[in-house]
């Protein structure tokens, strides 16, 4: 089973910040199976981007998605007050799909 | 719009099986797949694997063999899953969501609202 692990596990911020989410893979998922998801208390996850670096439908343009191999980034390049919430990724290069634990970004 | 509902919230008793329903609308029901994720209670996702609605083909994730079922019933575009022997640990909320195609899943989008099933003596 791969293991996704997503770094820092809180991520602390003003609206207008960059932000720099880390998802790290235990092997090679090579550079087109990862996708992230965007997830809001209570609501259901939303998909972000896939394919790595792909935004999905009606995704803003400051979502983008890069990295190969082992390391993905998911970056939001400026933070919009709804922007806060917890991001999850997950490949589909190996079987069972997995999830990493998530990423919380709050407001500072 | 493509949309997923879910059947209500359940609440069964150690050892009982749960049927949770997931009614798409939308697009073309066999054109893709549908995966079964689960969330307990402040915790992170869970795939448990997922059914192409094209062939009925099934991939479960090893945790879940043998204890849970993917159905479909193309005629009214609707998933299931039978989750039995249910445990505490089962508690949580179980999401429905459409794979990318029909013959191998990948991401997931769109998602249904969700299902809580609590497992509770």
């Known amino acids: 089973e791969i293991v996704l692990t997503q770094s820092p596990g809180t991520l602390s911020l003003s609206p207008g910040e960059r932000a720099t989410l880390s998802c790290r893979a235990s092997?090679?998922?090579?550079?087109?199976?990862l996708a992230w998801y965007q997830q809001k208390p209570g609501q259901a996850p939303r998909l972000l981007i896939y394919g790595t670096s792909s935004r999905a439908t009606d995704i803003p343009e400051r979502f983008s998605g890069s990295g190969s191999g082992t390391d993905f980034t998911l970056t939001i390049s400026r933070l919009e007050p709804e922007d806060f919430a917890v991001y999850y990724c997950q490949q589909y290069r190996g079987s069972p799909r997995t999830f990493g634990q998530g990423t919380k970004v709050e407001i500072k | 719009q493509v949309q997923l509902m879910q059947s209500g919230a359940e609440v069964k008793k150690p050892g009982a099986s749960v049927t949770v329903s997931c009614k798409s609308s939308g697009y073309t029901f066999t054109n893709f797949g549908i995966s079964w994720v689960r969330q307990a209670p402040g915790q992170g996702l869970e795939w448990m694997g997922w059914i192409s609605a094209y062939n009925g083909k099934t991939n479960y994730a090893q945790k879940f063999q043998g204890r849970v079922t993917f159905t479909t019933d193309t005629s009214t575009s609707t998933a299931y899953m039978e989750l039995r022997s249910l445990r505490s640990d089962d508690t949580a909320v179980y999401y429905c969501?459409?794979?990318?195609?029909?013959?191998?899943?990948?991401?997931?989008?769109?998602w249904g609202q969700g299902t809580l099933v609590t497992v509770s003596s």
């Open positions: 092997q090679s998922i090579g550079s087109n199976y």
């Open positions: 969501a459409r794979d990318s195609n029909y013959y191998d899943p990948n991401w997931f989008d769109p």
